[in-house]
């Protein structure tokens, strides 16, 4: 049976100001470990000593930093292999977009490409490479008929170019592990304190207890912990139906049968986009005349100005809201369009790529900050897999502007509407897009 690794959450109930800024100065501690590995281990020079990490480890441990922090062992360590893990996939990362690169490269033979792979497979060989050391040639490679250092000096240069630097990004979480980090008592939380055998109590919300690495977010009274936990996913009865969607920013959800879920999406992102607009140039308006009125030596002015108007705890406050009421609406339109299609496969496009070389438009980057369809994919792939249901991603070729009766390319579109000029067939664009799927996928694997 499938399986699937979920997060669940689990609050705290208050906590006393005592026990939150034990937390909180926990969670400032533990981000300096971080930044100190990333500045440390995050280099060229530093990719031997990441497998499996007990040099990097055993360093950070003789280092004196626990100790001028004043942290205990429980939580410096797991800084550490926390900050080991996020450096080691952004490897991981780097090396996939060199394949890729390598791949797509029209100067590079086949042999060469086979030589590049193989060297970004020997973590150890490709360290040496960017180190310039010596290294012992993998078989796989001694006899190939490339120009070893041309195809050396590429990868030192696309490694150098694309490397780039790991930033610390939240100071209010930190990693707990059970038994030397965490325990119950009577139903009570216990995490280790700032000193040894002196636990501090978490009183939470609710009975459930874990027996696995938790993460904590620190709020202002009160904290959350995620745990993964992994369960049985299992394809509910009766539901046998195939259907084709199309994500959008207009409808959430269009099928190919003409069903929407979550239809008028676009209402409540354009009247959130248009309020922080306005919100942004009334902002930019005060600071003017705050920055003027500082200017003219009107102190008392200036922070009137600030505090009546600048309210940035409110002004985040309102937008969380509105995220908030947005991903509910979505999730809605989910759950309802597959309480209703019980479907056993859905088949959708890749997200498309937007621009070439990742430059895009400033405004189009806004919009596309403000879209949704990734929250849409990210649930639909969540929800999918906790029923068993099989996504199918198809490329997004031909599944835009082409008429979903003729096939023609003839179109013209006003907003949302699509018409064929070839054979007068019209509908949105969501729909002509969910039918060209459907009309895709069948014909490549009818
Ligand atoms: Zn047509």
């Not at 490269?105 to 042999?111: A, I, L, R, V, Y």
């Not at 639909?380 to 029923?387: G, Y």
């Amino acid at each position: 049976m499938a399986t699937y690794t979920k997060c669940v959450r689990q609050y705290s109930q208050k906590l006393s100001p005592d026990t939150m800024e034990f937390l909180r100065w926990l969670a400032v501690a533990y981000a300096k470990v971080k930044k100190t590995v990333y500045e440390r281990y995050g280099g060229i020079g530093s990719l031997g000593k990441l497998t499996p990490g007990y040099t990097a480890l055993n360093e950070m441990r003789a280092s004196g930093m626990r100790q001028e922090l004043g942290m205990p062992v429980v939580y410096y360590e797991l800084a550490i292999l926390d900050a080991l893990t996020a450096i080691k996939s952004r490897w991981g990362i780097l090396r996939d977009t060199l394949k890729r690169l390598a791949a797509f490269n029209e100067g590079f033979s086949k042999e060469d490409r086979t030589y590049i792979y193989a060297v970004l497979k020997w973590v150890s060989v490709y360290a040496a490479i960017l180190q310039g050391k010596p290294y012992e040639e993998p078989n796989m490679v001694k006899d190939l008929p490339v120009n070893k250092r041309r195809l050396n000096n590429w990868l030192r240069r696309q490694t150098r170019n694309r490397l780039g630097k790991i930033r610390v990004i939240r100071e209010d979480g930190f990693t707990i592990s059970p038994k030397a980090g965490y325990s119950y008592k009577n139903g009570v939380m216990k995490i280790a304190g700032r000193e040894p055998r002196k636990r501090v109590e978490i009183p939470l919300r609710d009975g459930r207890q874990f027996s696995r690495q938790l993460h904590i977010e620190v709020k202002e009274d009160y904290i959350i912990l995620t745990a993964p936990i992994t369960k049985e996913a299992c394809l509910p009865e009766g539901w046998t139906n195939e259907i084709y969607v199309h994500i959008g920013n207009v409808d959430a959800l269009t099928l190919s049968n003409g069903h929407i879920y979550g239809e008028g999406l676009n209402k409540l992102t354009d009247a959130e986009t248009e309020r922080l607009d306005h919100k942004n140039r009334l902002r930019s308006r005060y600071r003017r005349a705050i920055r003027e009125a500082n200017a003219e030596g009107r102190i008392g002015k200036a922070s009137a100005i600030s505090t009546n108007n600048l309210g940035a705890v409110k002004y985040k406050r309102q937008k969380e809201r509105n995220r908030v009421k947005t991903e509910n609406f979505i999730n809605a339109a989910l759950n309802k369009m597959l309480a209703e299609e019980k479907p056993c496969r859905i088949v959708i496009t890749y997200p498309i790529k937007v621009g070439k070389g990742g430059k895009i438009a400033k405004t189009a980057k806004r919009k596309l900050a403000r879209s949704f369809s990734g929250f849409i994919r990210d649930r639909l792939q969540e929800k999918c897999e906790e029923r068993a249901i099989e996504i199918v991603k198809i490329p997004s070729k031909g599944t835009g502007l082409i008429c979903s009766a003729c096939g023609e390319e003839g179109k013209t579109t006003v907003g949302n509407r699509f018409k064929c000029e070839h054979c007068g067939y019209e509908a949105t664009v969501s729909l002509n897009g969910a039918r060209n799927i459907e009309r895709k996928y069948i014909s490549e694997h009818g």
